[in-house]
């Protein structure tokens, strides 16, 4: 059974802030306090008790506040394995919205902690034993019903002008955006704001603009057959031209290319 376990992983993340995508599915647990979880869709606070997953495929990345006292649990869980859950729950209209999302994102009360810390510990005494299969089902089941049951769209960030401005960025992906009208959506002078931004993200503003349209891109080449003019319009790029050569530059191949990629053969 493929499975990895990493409980209280204190220190910097080795991808902090640079999009990856994991190749299983991730469940990560936050300890520590400060920062964001970044997705393409998605700004959302590090905090204690929050907990989220991700499909296998999500790209994303960590801002924590102090990175060398970041501290997480995360478990991740192949595609075969998790389907095993999927075939439990799939069926069930509680969990239809589960299995649909690209982010599942859970605030536990506090009262509700002590089970999360009670399932990972089962984990990690049990990733060993011959008989860890349904051990390892019965905490994945239990996580996937707390996430199910404290689940939060929230795009609130840990607070101040850059969790702002980032949000900013992220809900009007699409559109025609500019340092300008973000700058004055968070109320910000436009040298102060570039400086920050470098500082807080490691890229310039408009590389990280995008960045994210990219990584939105794939998400729309890889679900769906959408022609390419369509989802370079949805994912905010000026032309389809425009988007084919940033593409490339970004992913070393076209978009006609990626996605033949990812067709069986």
């Given at each position: ?20 995508a ?23 606070p ?33 595609s ?24 599942v ?46 689940t ?38 436009k ?27 794939k ?11 369509e ?35």
């Open positions: 059974m493929k499975t990895a376990f990493y409980p209280h992983d204190i220190g910097k993340d080795p991808h902090y802030k640079t999009w990856h994991p190749k299983w599915n991730l469940f990560i647990y936050f300890y520590s306090d400060g920062g964001s979880l970044v997705t393409g869709e998605k700004v959302l590090i905090k204690p008790g929050a907990l989220a997953f991700l499909p296998a495929g999500t790209y994303h990345y960590t801002m924590p506040d102090v990175p060398e006292e970041y501290d997480r649990t995360k478990l991740t869980i192949s075969p394995i998790f389907s095993k859950i999927f075939d439990l729950l799939g069926k069930n209209p509680k969990y239809k919205d589960f299995f649909a999302k690209s982010l994102y859970a605030e536990i009360p506090p009262e509700q902690r002590p089970m999360v810390d009670q399932i990972f510990e089962q984990v990690s005494t049990g990733i060993d034993r011959e008989d860890r299969e349904p051990i390892l089902l019965s905490c994945l089941l239990q996580l996937v019903y707390l996430l199910n049951r404290y939060t769209d929230s795009t609130a960030t840990a607070g101040g002008f850059m969790g702002r401005a980032i949000k900013y960025i992220n809900e009007h992906i699409s559109a025609d955006l500019d340092i300008d009208n973000i700058c004055q959506a968070v109320g910000i002078s040298y102060y704001f570039c400086r920050r931004f470098k500082e807080h993200t490691g890229t310039s503003v408009m590389k990280y603009i995008l960045q994210t349209r990219i990584i939105l891109a998400g729309e080449l890889e679900k769906t057959a959408s022609p390419i003019t989802i370079s319009d949805r994912c905010g790029f000026s032309s389809t031209s425009y988007f084919c050569r940033a593409f490339k530059l970004e992913v070393g191949c076209s978009p006609l290319q990626y996605r033949k990629k990812l067709q069986p053969k």
